[in-house]
T-cell receptor, first 113, second 118 residues
């Protein structure tokens, strides 16, 4: 059972470059999320999607965009990376409609130089 | 707006000691869900428990137990007879049941890093 698959696992990126973090789930969950984790700040929501075709902004959306063309895929794009976007990014999906726990991917560690 | 506070940034205990991790939350809703996640040094996020606001019974799972008290808006987590494998960052999280046009997101606390010393 794969669950949530994120790619790449780790990436070093020059500032100003465009980067897409991929996220795929095989659980047919409607809701999906992107969080970033930074030391001392916990996990903060970047963007979310309640169902295919819809997206919304979370707590820290600036500099990021998402799309949800189908149920399984929820890519996160950094249009022009900046060093403050250095972080660990977690994709998640939510079971049991909107009341269940989040299932997380293994994370993507991004370093912007 | 929902908020989760984990006041303990780091805790160190000696193996076999009991330890309690505190979690205090804020919400305007009467229906909500509380969660605990564990993040071991390997980095993945492991789901531990989900509790809805109408169920105030304490829960025990092996060495883990959770104390939910609506009167104090707390959802504390106790590890009995701690082991080195319990060393991890633990996150408490809150989700409101009705978010209007919002995300039904889980709002996380900043985490408590637990170190269990052999």
């Amino acid at each position: 059972i794969a669950g949530i698959t994120q790619a790449p696992t780790s990436q070093i990126l020059a500032a100003g470059r465009r980067m897409t973090l991929r996220c795929t789930q095989d659980m047919r969950h409607n809701a999906m999320y992107w969080y970033r984790q930074d030391l001392g700040l916990g996990l903060r929501l970047i963007h979310y999607s309640n169902t295919a075709g819809t997206t919304g902004k979370g707590e820290v959306p600036d500099g990021y965009s998402v799309s949800r063309a189908n149920t399984d895929d929820f890519p996160l794009t950094l249009a022009s990376a900046v060093p403050s976007q250095t972080s660990v990014y977690f994709c998640a999906s939510r079971g049991q409609g909107h009341t269940g726990e989040l299932f997380f991917g293994e994370g993507s560690r991004l370093t912007v130089l | 707006a929902q908020k989760v506070t984990q006041a303990q940034t780091e805790i160190s205990v000696v193996e076999k000691e009991d330890v309690t991790l505190d979690c205090v939350y804020e919400t305007r809703d009467t229906t909500y869900y509380l969660f605990w996640y564990k993040q071991p040094p390997s980095g993945e996020l492991v789901f531990l428990i989900r509790r809805n606001s109408f169920d105030e019974q304490n829960e025990i799972s092996g060495r883990y137990s959770w104390n939910f008290q609506k009167s104090t808006s707390s959802f504390n987590f106790t590890i009995t007879a701690s082991q080195v494998v319990d060393s991890a960052v633990y996150f408490c999280a809150l989700s409101e049941a009705y978010s209007g046009a919002g995300s039904y997101q889980l709002t996380f606390g900043k985490g408590t890093k637990l170190s269990v010393i052999p």
